[in-house]
């Protein structure tokens, strides 16, 4: 007769040393921490199943407790220096001991951290240890994929926020020599102005043992000890201004040469204009706008930027009969798109001439609100 297994079961327990390096910019990273981790993962697992003490010795030292935290357990310590990681936990045997089970013995071989994940983005500019994502670029979607690794356990890529996972791809297999692991951003799945973490690991086992036969075991499943390289970074995905700011001014800070009302080129125009109306804020440039009387009406074309229209950027055609003026008025003044060419529109503003021999029109804009 075959044995089912318990609607609580062991999926997969063991040991890993890890090395963690953070990724700051294309093709470099820069060493954080190692860490020794043990675990107990199963389904449905509850605070009492098999055991409310899940630990793991070796000769010399231990016993080393799993906590249960949300379904699963965990031992975890971290370490500056592999000098340090291996004086706590030397490269030898250790026994598993799930409830009172006979042990499961895992080894730490001779060193065998996989080469350290590297991942290639498709998109987006690093910026002071970051990878900066423009709105267009979130819409549009991109790709990761590491470099080879030379272990021979699993990769993983995974690309996620608190809120929601994005890309989560494993190759279970034993990918041996060489082999790549890469994920796809769908277009439109980062939030403007959101922060998604970005993890590659690389696996390799030094030790695995079979669990069947073990009464709290799932069918196929396994110890491992294994060695493991992480990668890890920070995508932010920018606002169109912050985009924009970079692009043209080589920074996302609001602030010196590139502050919305600084005037980056000296030629009259603040920066935060430049945005509004699709003007380059490093070049010296001239507005292009027209006044032109037809009847008694006066009309005011000016340039639009469609993705900083798109993105709340709000303009208001004012006019005055006096300077300076403390009378600015919007009435009457009706706006219509002249031409569009995907980025930049011509608008037209239609507003009453008045009955005195002079009006002053003016563009004003108002920026859109950073989301808090
Ligand atoms: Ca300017």
Do not use: C
Request: zero cysteines; proline letters at 5%; a negative charge.
């Amino acid at each position: 007769m075959v044995s089912l297994a318990p609607a609580q079961s062991v999926s997969v327990l063991g040991l890993t040393k890890t090395r963690h390096h953070d990724q700051t910019a294309a093709g470099t990273t820069a060493f954080y921490e190692y860490s020794l981790r043990g675990f107990v993962e199963g389904q449905s697992l509850s605070a009492s199943f098999p055991s409310p003490s899940n630990r793991f010795t070796r000769s010399g030292g231990g016993p080393y407790v799993l906590g249960y935290v949300n379904g699963r357990w965990d031992y975890e310590e971290f370490f500056s220096s592999k000098a340090l990681l291996d004086a706590a936990f030397p490269n030898t045997s250790y026994d598993f001991l799930v409830g009172a089970s006979p042990a499961v013995s895992l080894t730490f071989a001779s060193d065998g951290y996989p080469t350290q994940p590297v991942i290639t983005v498709s998109a987006g500019t690093w910026h002071q240890g970051r990878l900066l994502i423009s709105p267009a670029q979130a819409a549009s979607g991109f790709t990761l994929t590491s470099n080879p690794s030379n272990g021979n356990g699993f990769l993983t890529l995974q690309v996620f926020s608190s809120a929601t996972d994005i890309v989560d791809e494993v190759v279970t297999l034993n990918p041996g020599l060489d082999a790549t692991i890469s994920g796809t951003v769908p277009p439109g799945s980062l939030e403007i102005q959101q922060f998604y973490d970005v993890h590659a690991e690389f696996d390799h086992v030094t030790s695995s043992a079979s669990l069947t036969g073990q009464t709290w075991a799932a069918p196929n499943s396994f110890g491992y000890a294994l060695f493991s390289s992480n990668t890890w970074f920070e995508i932010e995905v920018l606002n169109e201004l912050t985009a924009w700011r970079l692009q043209y001014l080589g920074t996302i800070e609001n602030t010196g040469t590139a502050a919305d009302d600084a005037d980056a080129d000296g030629d009259g125009i603040v920066n935060a204009m430049e945005f509004a109306t699709g003007q380059h804020p490093a070049t010296r440039g001239v507005l292009n706008t027209s006044v032109t009387r037809t009847g008694g009406n006066v009309e005011f074309v000016y340039p639009r930027n469609v993705a900083a229209f798109a993105a709340g950027t709000e303009y208001f055609v004012e006019w005055s009969d006096s300077l300076p003026g403390t009378s600015w008025s919007t009435v009457g003044v009706v706006e219509e798109v002249q031409s569009d060419n995907g980025t930049l529109q011509q608008i037209k503003a239609t507003l009453p001439a008045g009955t005195g021999n002079k009006r002053f029109v003016r563009l004003r804009i108002t920026l859109p609100a950073p989301i808090e």
